[in-house]
């Protein structure tokens, strides 16, 4: 039976810039001693010959984050789009989204939009929740998520 979510992981190619935006832009302090990882039981797993990567792992509540810069075999990049099948998005529950809006956009982080309603529809299950998505490392899509108050 499963009990919960270990982790999610996503493949990238400067595991070193990821943490650093992790770290230096969110304020993420969680965070694991990057490590390596090689070897017939990562060949196994992945069903990759010749498997070499770096992992680093940030605890973000009770979930963590593992990325994974694989040093061989070379992957493919996703292009990001949030219709690309497989690509994926990280969503993080904040107390006052314009307040984070605010701050990031002061440090430069890409924004795909300013903070919305989801839906004005009052019988919608998303109904009072706003959200903002924008660009992290790699393109990879972040959203912020602020709950009916």
């Known amino acids: 039976m499963i009990q919960k979510v270990n982790h999610f992981s996503i ?4 595991l070193n810039q990821v943490v650093a935006f992790f770290r230096d832009i969110l304020g993420l302090t969680s965070i694991w001693p990057i490590y390596e990882y090689e070897g ?18 940030i605890e973000v509540g009770s ?7 694989y040093l061989s075999p070379p992957g493919r990049e996703l292009k990001g789009n949030p219709n690309d099948a497989g690509c994926p998005h990280i969503a993080f529950d904040v107390d006052n ?17 300013a903070p919305l309603a989801l839906t004005t529809d009052r019988h919608h299950p998303m109904y009072g929740w706003r959200e903002v998505d924008l660009w992290g490392p790699e393109n990879i899509t972040l959203q912020f998520m602020q709950a009916p108050k």
């Open 63 to 69: 979930a963590i984050l593992e990325f994974m810069q």
């Open 40 to 57: 017939q039981e990562l060949d196994e797993s992945t069903g990759l010959s010749g498997a070499h990567c770096r992992i680093a792992k």
């Open 11 to 14: 493949a990238v190619k400067d």
């Open 97 to 113: 989204i314009d307040e984070m809006y605010k701050t990031l956009k002061q440090r430069g982080v890409r924004f795909k939009s």
